[in-house]
């Protein structure tokens, strides 16, 4: 079956969600934003709710609302108001402390029967370096070297619990990461792979790559969960899923777009006009930019190969930072899935509606009902842990790098 989790960013993914009619634009500041849609999501039956996160006062918030409520803390209460559902935190390997962390998420995961991941981040950016009193961004290969010894002692921390030990044998390790090193560490210590990919093959391959690393770190390759960020856009017709697109592009704040592209690439986009293309000679190979490498690569192979002006460019990513965006009937968007899996491309996805709460309403009203037509996606739960919605095993303990 696919696995499915809605990722709740802010009031959607799209830069001008926010600004979407009927939306209220400042209900990410609410518990109750929160709580509502995971109610929804466990509704649908769904694997899980994602939250993403950074330990960041990000200048964008000036354009758009932010992800301002710390996950753990939003984890619980939605731990509280739910069963079944599984909960998942992005929480920084680069700021935070092992210990520490090992008791506040092995905590979490006790206390929620066993329904607690890991989202494992290296967070890119000098944002979040200034917030932290450091004069600039740590070093990438530094950032994942941490990162390894990092996850293995946590995980260690957790294996050794023997007072409120984890009801799922320990929570999972969810990573996000696709240049080399982030590969690498995947192969290493995640279980569910958060992806990004605008291609079928280019995703197939990634998918066969991470597998086959795994077992060289004696892993089995069916410890691994790839599930790409799929951004939708669900409309009763094309038609309608169009002009919804359109009115989102129109909504999206023009500094926060260019911003967030140029912190993506790592470059000044001062002085450059919509009409004209990113000149070729400012991009550097994916694996030398210091910033996150994965949103690199992806936004590079779409100006290496379709060329498109920065106004085009910045409207096709919509301020969303470039996972796919599907437009389209809940036919359509189903037809996409099940291409995409049965492709073997993704075991499923980590969904990203295009404005909360209703693009998420709109999704498990009529995506995920035509999944399970189609016979793609569970009609009940048959677990009770995260692990065993994923059909997980427990793996072995990772090694702690030194």
């Known amino acids: 079956m696919l696995h499915i989790n809605v990722n709740i960013l802010n009031a959607g993914v799209f830069g001008g969600s926010w600004r979407f ?25 769904l694997d899980a709710v994602f939250l993403a996160d950074g330990p960041v006062l990000d200048p964008s918030v000036r354009h758009r609302p932010g992800n301002n409520l710390e996950p753990t803390t939003v984890l619980a209460r939605i731990a509280a108001q739910t069963q079944r559902i599984g909960l998942i935190g992005t929480l920084s390997s680069s700021y935070n402390d092992p210990v520490e962390l090992a008791r506040r998420l092995g905590d979490l995961d006790h206390v929620s029967g066993g329904r607690f991941g890991w989202n494992v981040v290296t967070t890119a950016g000098p944002s979040a370096a200034r917030n932290f009193g450091r004069a600039g961004e740590p070093e990438h290969s530094w950032r994942y070297r941490r990162a390894a010894s990092f996850t293995a002692q946590v995980v260690a921390a957790w294996a050794n619990r023997t007072e409120l030990a984890s009801p799922q044998g320990r929570p999972v390790v969810v990573q996000a990461g696709g240049s080399s090193a982030g590969k690498r560490l995947a192969a290493q210590v995640g279980e569910v792979i958060f992806s990004a990919d605008q291609d079928l093959e280019h995703a197939r391959a990634f998918r066969r790559e991470l597998r086959a690393r795994a077992a060289g770190f004696g892993r089995r390759p069916d410890e691994i969960v790839v599930l790409p960020g799929l951004s939708t856009v669900v409309g009763s017709t094309e038609a309608e899923a169009r002009k919804r697109r359109e009115v989102l592009d129109d909504l999206l704040p023009d500094a926060y777009a260019r911003g967030r592209l140029a912190g993506q690439l790592g470059i000044s986009l001062d002085g450059l006009s919509d009409d004209e293309p990113i000149p070729a000679e400012l991009l550097v190979d994916p694996d030398e930019a210091g910033g996150s490498q994965t949103f690199y690569r992806v936004v590079k192979e779409i100006i290496d190969r379709d060329q498109p002006t920065l106004g085009q460019l910045l409207k096709r990513l919509s301020g969303g930072g470039g996972h796919r965006i599907v437009t389209g009937t809940p036919e359509q968007i189903a037809d996409d899935i099940e291409t995409w899996y049965r492709a073997g491309a993704a075991d499923g996805f980590n969904v990203m509606p295009d404005v909360l709460p209703a693009g998420f309403d709109d999704f498990a009203d009529h995506v995920v009902p035509e999944l399970q037509r189609r016979g793609l996606f569970r009609t009940e739960y048959d677990a009770a842990t995260l692990r065993g919605h994923l059909g997980l095993g427990l793996p072995a303990l990772p090694e702690v790098v030194s």
Do not use: S
Not at 32 to 38: F, L, P, R, S, V
């Open 21 to 45: 009619p009927g939306i209220d634009g400042l209900g990410a500041y609410t518990i109750e934003h929160y709580t509502a849609i995971a109610k929804k999501a466990e509704q649908a039956k």
